[in-house]
């Protein structure tokens, strides 16, 4: 019984950051809505800026319960083909070797309000 003990003790240090608090601590104060509006924008690896901009939506609540006058405000206004009733698409960027697109998906409730913030890849 005390192999175990060790090795879950183990575990726990071995894998640092995994919990909901510390992905909350790596929020910004803001959301930079300029850098999102910059849709060609490439960080210095060269991957889409919207690619971690996305993330933060997702996980930092800069989204929870907004209207969609404030989705419009902080992303821009969707495409006409991407902008479905209470689902809204953007795209993130392209992902893997270019073949596929990841897009941020956001489903507003019947009072238009943010219901749900996901990012789909590829």
């Known amino acids: 019984m005390r192999p175990a003990l060790i090795f879950l003790g183990f575990l726990a240090v071995a894998v640092p950051g995994c919990g909901a608090s510390e992905a909350v601590s790596s929020c910004p104060p803001k959301f930079d809505s300029a850098a999102w509006k910059r849709v060609s924008n490439l960080d210095s690896d060269g991957e889409p800026v919207r690619r971690r901009l996305a993330s933060q939506l997702e996980r930092c609540g800069f989204l929870k319960s907004a209207s969609k006058q404030r989705v419009r405000q902080l992303l821009g206004t969707p495409s006409p083909e991407i ?18 697109s990841d897009l941020l998906f956001i489903e507003f409730s019947r009072r238009n309000r943010v219901e749900s913030v996901e990012v789909s890849q590829g």
């Open 83 to 100: 902008e479905r009733g209470r689902s809204w698409h953007y795209y993130v960027g392209e992902s893997g070797w270019g073949i596929d």
